[in-house]
Nanobody, 114 residues
């Protein structure tokens, strides 16, 4: 059974940092493209960061230079390191994986207070 379990969300002040974790089970995340989406209240869901099987990464413009996506193959886990957080980063963050992002986690809330 495929599962993605996120952790690491919470409340942080603007300028602070958080690290989100996503542990996969039921498949090898290192053999799949993985990523993080987010959805803020009243806004469309957007792809924040993606890491390809070959290791290349992509970021939405609003987080480039502040967020870093990386993986730990031994732990079958991907991470999203978020630095210099802004109030506009407040959202539910979802871990996704597999072809066409077919697998989704349950989401973790990130709230940035100004």
């Amino acid at each position: 059974q495929v599962q993605l379990v996120e952790s690491g969300g919470g409340l942080v002040q603007a300028g602070g940092s958080l690290r989100l974790s996503c542990t996969a089970s039921g498949f090898d995340s290192s053999l799949n493209d993985m990523g993080w989406y987010r959805q803020a209240p009243g806004k469309q869901r957007e792809l924040v960061a993606r890491i390809r099987v070959v290791g290349s990464t992509n970021y939405v413009d609003s987080v480039r230079g502040r967020f870093t996506i990386f993986r730990d193959k031994a732990k079958n886990t991907i991470y999203l390191q978020m630095n210099s957080l802004k109030s506009e980063d407040t959202a539910v963050y979802y871990c996704v994986g597999g072809q066409d992002s077919r697998w989704w986690g349950q989401g973790t809330q990130v709230t940035v207070s100004s």
